[in-house]
């Protein structure tokens, strides 16, 4: 987890949102007990956390901490069985871009990481800062959490 420092639009730089990354790394760092006793830790309501948001395989450091138990996520699909195995308490969504249960929201995958920053900046911030963050960042985001083609392990893109 990555503890953002967005002084100049977060209210409270102090408590600022945290992203727990994915990616390779991932598979090492699930088995590191400091890294999942700092997550437990910031993970607690009583930490004063306000979000805490993970993209693609980022899940499963937030799940294995134990964090996650109970409340609904999702991660990379292809990743999906393997995540979803560290941590059954977790409610998996398989078919969900991202997923904003209590103070985390879980992004499937990259793409799907930037749709839902689009969706914590609106929901955070409103919607015209979420507007002029994909606007600058000349981003179409896909706005639909629960619409995931990428869920069918069939699907490949028509590009």
Known sequence: CWQLQWH??????????WLA??????????NNPALLEFIRAWGQQSSGLQLC??????????????VLDGLRATTNKI???????????????????WVHDGNFVTASGVS??????????KTLLGSDIAS????????????????????DSGFTPDV
């Open 79 to 97: 990743a999906f069985e393997w995540v979803k195995s560290a941590r059954p308490a977790v409610r998996w969504e398989r078919e969900a871009r």
């Open 21 to 30: 990354t994915g990616g390779i790394g991932t598979r090492k760092e699930v």
């Open 8 to 17: 100049s639009v977060w209210p409270n730089p102090v408590v600022a949102p």
């Open 132 to 151: 002029a963050a994909a606007k600058r960042n000349e981003y179409l985001p896909n706005i639909k959490a629960d619409e995931d083609p990428f869920a």
């Open 112 to 121: 799907a990481g930037m749709d839902a920053a689009v969706y914590v900046l």
């Open 53 to 66: 948001m993970s993209v693609c395989t980022g899940a499963v450091l937030l799940a294995t901490a134990g």
